[in-house]
């Protein structure tokens, strides 16, 4: 019986221990900004999950979405989904990094014909998440 308290202790410390490694991530791309709220490390051949907000003018809307790390540990690439829909439109970004910072370009469907097309190319630039202003 003392066993399994152990073991179930230890899950629970390495649970919050995973937890206190995540962090958040912020990206900006001229004056929006993509908020990753609790972002997971990521290893090679892994995926994670993203959650967050992004932020304009004062509006804020949900977006999540996943990465992937190829084998090699070189490249990550991103995709979310932000629903906008109350604010105009819903879109996807999708784009590639190289390091934890996942700053990178790709491309983006913003238009509003729902076509899941390329439209128009996306530059994200890493930011200190405490210094900016954020709805």
Known sequence: MKRSVFVLSTESLLGMVSEALAKDVCLTEGPSTLVLRKVKTIKPSGAIALTGFYAIGGA?????GSATMNAAGTSIHLGVFCHGLLFGNNF????????????????????????????????????????????
Do not use: H
């Open 60 to 64: 804020q809307v949900s977006c999540d």
């Open 92 to 135: 996807t970004w999708e784009w590639t990094a190289t390091d934890a910072t996942l700053a990178g370009s790709g491309d983006r469907d913003t238009d509003t014909d729902g076509d899941f097309q390329p439209g128009v190319p996306l530059t994200l630039t890493s930011a200190d998440c405490s210094t900016l202003t954020l709805p």
